[in-house]
């Protein structure tokens, strides 16, 4: 009796759940999905918040600032190109939200032209004049001492002026070539004695990218710097002696760099990503960025040149273009009231506390977080590698790495000491085409197997694999993660990788080595779950089987952390998910086109994001799975494009201990009411307060302070026992 009125009570709730799914927007209607440049435009908004924020030191305000500057390059560069060069096509298909690409671009530029007016606003009228009362001050050369004058004088006469090529721009059809984002003054020209009835002369003159933005002057405390075109623009008189300069503006041209590379039909991959760079300068003018003050004759002549309209493509800026430099300013400026309390990457204790890296894996899986441990363990495993005369070979995947990386240079040691080094180099890795050439040649040279991809596929995969013979046979040592291996962003970027010498992830990682250098084509799987072939319908399973094993009583749980999700049928797998019951808590910190809380189709689902000192990168998978948790961690987000066209991995983490830190790591994110957005239904974004009697809940700052008591309880216990160390025995990493 009591089993049929339970059958019956569930096939109530089943029929409830469907009344309300029937009246919801159907799963792939356009009501039910958000734009997605809009949609990353938000969450250029929310970094643009952290800019705007008072709470912030000034100058971590100011490098907010900056890279709001630098997202909106790439933007306009491959996204803006590329629905301008649908527009011009004639296409007027719509995207899954709704949109033309005609009107996502008009209603981008409408997005853009405020998030550049609050920019501005903030830099000019607020964060400069504040920095200024704190010895960071921005100097106009009329406002110089004499001799700080003499000083300036020198460097433009001895390195400036040599370098200066002023360029005639006589007619639009001849104007000059101008290489995108690189800040050029533009300049009105009358010839001395010239009658007024005489046409003006116009020529462009490119500040080089060979020399500092910024020229430092000497000072007791904080930091004074000039423009490079504030100096320039004050000295025009020696580019064109015997002329007026009657006007000049600083501009800026942004260009089409998505250029497409059909990879089957090139021999020399290097070779062609070399054209590719050289061609992407001179790309399509897609965006005018012109100084404020400028005049409208200026401003028509410089469209109509570059063949842009005024009304869309061209922003006037209350400020000067490029912020990128501003970046590398808040750098130099050593006091610690303007920036963020200094916090440095924590030793990993599994690590610290065992004679060799060999040990600490062999011991146990070994998970690190960074950036709030360190990601020293990777550098000194491939190091120790190198120098191992009992390491036969290294693998590993390679998409973005640092210059002077040293990963590179343990890599080329193992090459150069005889041991088999192959290394899959991704060359397409979009604006790091050139640095991955370089150092792509350098590994060569040094000996290594280099695989630049699989014909067809970007490989974003993040694998490392060691092979070590030791007293009991031949064993293999594999790092995964969902990062670069980037020393240089380690400490920026928030990722989470695992180390492990388990047989079966050893197995596997052979396996994909040999499938990607080779003709090598694995069936099986024992760990990794590998795009473009499986890891869609493995999400799509794990999703169902959540649905399938919830109930009222233990409804199921999914949480989902990532950088990105706009993959059409992983949104419908969602709301399927959410209409099943399962609650469905996703932590996406950029792009999101699900519409979360609606009505019958997304009730159960919460979507949050974090914007803060560390940019969020890391991509963990939860399931409650009737209890039997499952967590996994990838290098994949939801999109097409990595669920399709990359070779990406998932893979799961089997240790308990480490399992619950990575739950912990998802909830801690879930409670964040400091520096956590919400995605409210309509697509926009509101910021997360905290409520009645809740205490403050800032995610970074709080594994922050649990990375620093972890790494105090380790250093602790390495005190409290005695160990001795003899010749050869190399510590911990």
């Avoid at 799963?27 to 970094?47: H, I, T």
């Avoid at 009228?125 to 001492?145: F, K, W």
């Avoid at 020209?189 to 010239?194: H, K």
Wanted: hydrophobic share 40%; glycine share 6%; proline share 6%.
């Amino acid at each position: 009796m009591a089993e049929r009125a339970a059958a019956e009570a569930k096939e109530a709730r089943r029929a409830e759940r469907r009344a309300r799914a029937d009246s919801a927007p159907a799963a792939d209607a356009p009501e039910a999905r958000a734009n997605r440049e809009l949609s990353w435009l938000e969450f250029n908004g929310r970094v643009l918040e952290e800019g705007l924020n008072a709470d912030n030191p000034l100058l971590e305000r100011l490098s907010f600032l900056s890279i709001v500057g630098s997202n909106l390059d790439e933007f306009y560069q491959v996204r803006v190109a590329g629905l301008r060069q649908l527009r011009r096509a004639g296409v007027e298909k719509r995207d899954p939200s709704g949109m033309t690409p005609a009107a996502q671009l008009q209603e981008i530029t409408r997005r853009v032209r405020l998030q550049a007016q609050r920019l501005y606003r903030c830099l000019t009228h607020e964060l400069l004049p504040a920095l200024a009362q704190r010895g960071v001050v921005r100097m106009m050369p009329g406002a110089l001492e004499a001799r700080e004058q003499l000083r300036v004088d020198r460097w433009f006469k001895d390195e400036v002026f040599p370098a200066l090529v002023p360029l005639a721009a006589e007619d639009d059809a001849e104007f000059p070539r101008v290489n995108g984002l690189s800040p050029h003054l533009v300049v009105r020209l009358r010839r001395e004695g010239a009658k007024r009835s005489e046409p003006e002369r116009l020529a462009v003159v490119e500040l080089p990218r060979t020399l500092p933005r910024f020229f430092h002057l000497p000072g007791d405390s904080g930091q004074r710097f000039v423009l490079l075109e504030d100096i320039v623009r004050e000295r025009l008189e020696t580019l064109f002696p015997g002329h007026e300069i009657v006007e000049s503006a600083c501009f800026r041209v942004t260009r089409d760099a998505d250029l497409a590379l059909d990879d089957e039909e090139v021999r020399d991959l290097l070779e062609a990503m070399e054209t590719i760079l050289r061609a992407r300068r001179q790309g399509a003018a897609v965006r005018l960025e012109l100084e404020a003050e400028a005049s409208e004759a200026l401003a028509e002549r410089l469209c109509k040149a570059f063949e842009l309209d005024r009304g869309q493509d061209l922003f006037r800026l209350d400020g000067p273009p490029d912020l990128k430099p501003f970046l590398r300013l808040s750098g130099l400026v050593d006091v610690r009231a303007l920036h963020y309390p200094a916090f440095r990457p924590q030793p990993v204790p599994a690590f610290e506390e065992k004679d060799s890296v060999w040990d600490a894996v062999r011991e146990k899986d070994v998970l690190v977080h960074l950036p709030y441990e360190s990601f020293a363990p990777l550098v000194g495993l491939l190091q120790a590698a190198a120098d191992d005369p009992q390491v036969l070979a290294v693998k590993q995947t390679l998409y973005r790495t640092g210059s002077g990386s040293p990963i590179i240079a343990a890599l080329e040691r193992a090459a150069l000491r005889g041991k088999q080094v192959a290394v899959l180099v991704e060359l397409k890795a979009r604006f790091d085409e050139a640095q991955n050439i370089a150092w792509a040649r350098r590994l060569q040279d040094a000996g290594a197997r280099v695989v630049y991809g699989v014909t067809g596929l970007k490989t974003h995969a993040k694998l490392l694999m060691v092979v070590r013979r030791e007293a009991d046979g031949v064993r293999r040592y594999v790092h995964l993660s969902t990062g670069n291996y980037h020393d240089q962003t380690a400490d920026k970027y928030e990722d989470v990788g695992l180390f492990t010498c388990d047989p079966a992830f050893g197995e596997d990682a052979a396996n994909f080595f040999n499938a990607v250098t080779g003709y090598s084509e694995p069936q099986d799987w024992r760990r990794l779950v590998v795009a473009p072939t499986g890891l869609r319908p493995r999400l799509v399973q794990l999703l169902r089987r959540e649905a399938e094993r919830s109930t009222r009583e233990e409804p199921g749980l999914v949480m989902l952390k990532m950088n990105s999700l706009a993959d059409p049928d992983m949104i419908s797998e969602l709301y399927r998910t959410s209409q099943a019951g399962v609650k469905v808590k996703l932590v996406v910190r950029g792009i999101c086109c699900l519409r979360p809380n609606v009505p019958g189709l997304s009730d159960n689902v919460e979507v949050r994001s974090i914007v803060d000192r560390f940019l969020e990168h890391s991509r963990i998978f939860y399931f409650r799975n009737g209890g039997d948790e499952e967590v996994f961690l990838s290098s994949a987000d939801f999109m097409p494009r990595n669920l399709d066209r990359r070779l990406e991995v998932m893979f799961p983490v089997r240790d308990e201990t480490n399992r619950a830190a990575l739950v912990r790591l998802l909830r801690t994110n879930l409670e964040d009411n400091q520096r956590a957005w919400r995605l409210k239904p309509d697509g926009t974004y509101e910021r997360v307060a905290p409520r009645r009697h809740d205490s403050a809940r800032r995610a970074q700052f709080q594994f922050m302070e649990e990375a620093l008591a972890g790494a105090e309880a380790s250093r602790l216990r390495r005190l409290s026992v005695f160990r001795p160390q003899g010749p050869g025995t190399a510590p911990g990493t």
